[in-house]
């Protein structure tokens, strides 16, 4: 069983940057593939970003490339979301999930196995 908890959502402008970070506890961090999905209102959750086990292999949807960037700190036990140039269209509560590490790096929401509670983004334009 892994715990997850998000933080480091709020309110910004458009072309601004967050840090959205998730603290997991419970079973050892490293054994998981990490993903970012968001859910807008009135929309299905989406995929985001997807890391591998160590760090070295990353995915990222195209609507947040070369915006956001995925990242992990096996010894804090922590994933990170860092989004810049901020849209409204980003507007979402931004959930991490953990996957077995078998799958390298995975955009199927089926394949994650725990989720966190979620923190929300909101970007006014």
């Known amino acids: 069983q892994v715990q997850l908890v998000e933080s480091g959502g709020g309110l910004v402008q458009a072309g601004d940057s967050l840090r959205l970070s998730c603290v997991a506890s419970?079973?050892?961090?490293?054994?998981?593939?990490m993903g970012w999905f968001r859910q807008a209102p009135g929309k299905e959750r989406e995929f985001v970003a997807t890391?591998?086990?160590?760090?070295?292999?990353?995915y990222v949807e195209d609507p947040v490339k070369g915006r956001f960037t995925i990242s992990r700190d096996n010894d804090q036990n922590t994933l990170y979301l860092q989004m810049n140039s901020l849209k409204p269209e980003d507007t979402a509560v931004y959930s991490c999930?953990?996957?077995?590490?078998?799958?390298?790096?995975?955009?199927?929401?089926?394949?994650?196995?725990?989720w966190g509670q979620g923190t929300q983004v909101t970007v006014s334009s």
């Open positions: 999930a953990a996957a077995p590490a078998l799958y390298s790096t995975t955009t199927n929401q089926d394949d994650y196995r725990y």
């Open positions: 890391i591998n086990w160590r760090g070295g292999r990353t």
């Open positions: 419970g079973r050892t961090f490293s054994s998981y593939t």
